[in-house]
């Protein structure tokens, strides 16, 4: 099944249009959990190295912890790149283990990673990320190709445009060949998002919106076109900009949008609205550290301590659903 | 010493502004090194992993003869994440090694990455790669700061400023702290980078022309503009459009640049020198595969063995040294 068939039919089946940032930083982390690491890692080595491996293994038991919390609530989550490639080698293992543990999860596995290279280049990422799975890796779907599949595996990945489409074909080939999608930055959620996105062209229009309809074309044909009408080649649309949203949702009728912003950077649920068509489908809606650190929000009045941080999360992802769903609803 | 001074003096020192790029694919790699590695780390374990692990050593190794063969030659080296990351913890151990190994024998690093995030992701991904140096790692700068620097620690690295500012300022804030450095794609070497780069502006010129403004904004002030008027904050100015170059090198004066594009991807020396000063400074270019892949050119009419690879690396990066030198000299 195309990926972006997966995704809506496990969006249909959660009743639930959003997916868990597991951009997981060592401050989020119960100092138990890392205690417990540091006890058990003691013997494989000393300084930066032993630190770096003792962060990693404790992101990733927290990982397991909120992926055991919410898996039965959302069907995806997105770790970010970011927070794993801090501690080298072991946050790459800790990487392939979060995302390995989420898919054994049954939860669909976007890797926010923002890649974007050219020619054999973007081809090894696209490999990296988007290969046919790795036989013998725990949750991968392995399959004839299994054996050229990097350990990062996932089912889908951020990308980033601005090399131009010789630097977003290598991903396009990989989703289509191995069943794969790819969110591709059209409007992001950052406030300055408009520095380059935002510039008026002499052709008319801006930058994103030329880039949106390139997505709209680059998603066009077999292998890519689902049966709800979208398409795996997917965008990311920021919640903080619910008119842009709007107005890309009425532009791009068949790109999916992957939409972050909402909670921690600020984004509504009405704002993240916007990005969903008249059927209630078309987007899925990120949330990062207002789940991973829900324990700590003054909505919940001290009910939890850091070590119920995964409790907590549970909360915060169901408190997020009938939000977010209230709000498509108020805008159909 | 800043970055950019410290380039430019080992530029000066070596008479060549040229670096090598480590794009080492398995396939570069000839059977006796992976051959050597297989046998040594069959124990290790089995499947997707062993291979992994045994493909990233093998790629570790291959590098390390090249950098013993170009140390003396060039002022520095850039491997590419991309082809690391495809052998996930194995290939991140691989870069962390060659990168080390590289600083150890006097050349500066820089991380071709094109990471461009938002907030408190690109703080991640700026530690990660332009932190202070880790204490206990060979090669690493160490100091002060030293505890908190991620293990992939490399001299500079390679931005993607699609994001706008707010997912540039964290790296050009350890540039500024660390004595880093960054570069900032521009104009990128591939056929379509003018897909989205080179669209015209309502306001007058092109996206790329309006970046390099940027570029050469974010790069003024204490602590990133060096002796030689150059700065730290540095631009990706493909060798492939020397036109734009030359205009490039007109616009923004204190803009150091990185040009890839020469050699494999069929820039000439005279696109690449129009990217350089009066004085001959300025810039320096990247080759990679015409160098990992010296002892199968025609040009040296079957001289080298597959294994004397490092040899045919060393006679072309002598070569590419004298080609460009003099095409700088022809254009003065």
């Known amino acids: 099944m195309l990926f972006i068939d997966r995704l809506i039919e496990r969006i ?5 249009p959003s997916v868990i940032g597991l951009d997981t930083s060592i401050g989020f982390v119960p100092p138990r959990i890392r205690d417990a690491c540091e006890q058990e890692l003691s013997r494989a080595g000393a300084g930066a190295h032993l630190r770096a491996a003792v962060d990693a293994e404790a992101i990733y038991r927290f990982n397991r912890e909120i992926i055991d ?4 609530i959302v ?11 801090l501690y080298g080698q072991y946050g790459a293992e800790a990487f392939v283990k979060t995302a390995n543990y989420a898919r054994h999860r049954g939860l669909i596995v976007i890797a926010d990673a923002k890649r974007g290279d050219i020619g054999s280049t973007a081809e090894a990422y696209a490999d990296a990320f988007l290969g046919p799975g790795v036989k013998g890796v725990e949750g991968s779907e392995g399959g004839e190709g299994g054996e050229s599949g990097g350990l990062y595996c996932c089912d889908a990945m951020t990308v980033n445009p601005y090399l131009g489409i010789d630097g977003v074909k290598p991903f396009i080939d990989n989703c289509r060949k191995y069943k794969k999608g790819i969110f591709v930055l059209v409007k992001t959620s950052n406030p300055s998002s408009g520095d380059f996105q935002d510039l008026e062209l002499a052709s008319g229009g ?6 949106a309809d390139r997505v709209a074309q680059w998603g066009q044909g077999e292998g890519l076109l ?3 009408g979208y398409s795996s080649i997917c965008a990311v649309v920021g919640a903080t900009y619910p008119a842009q949203a709007k107005e890309l949702r009425a532009r791009a009728k068949r790109v999916f949008f992957l939409v972050p912003g909402y909670g921690a950077q600020g984004g509504g649920a009405e704002g993240a609205a916007a990005a969903f068509d008249s059927a209630g ?9 207002s789940v991973l650190c829900a324990w700590s929000h003054e909505r919940w009045g001290g009910k939890y301590a850091h070590d119920d941080f995964a409790a907590a999360a549970e909360a915060e992802a169901l408190r997020m659903k009938s939000e977010i ?8």
């Open 69 to 72: 919390a919410i898996s039965g």
């Open 206 to 211: 801006k930058v994103y919106e030329l880039i």
């Open 12 to 16: 249909i089946e959660t009743k639930n």
């Open 281 to 289: 489908l078309g987007a899925i809606v990120n949330a990062s550290r």
């Open 226 to 228: 689902g049966a709800y």
């Open 325 to 332: 769903n209230h709000a498509i609803n108020a805008t159909d």
């Open 75 to 85: 069907p995806a989550v997105k770790p970010q790149m970011a927070f794993y490639e």
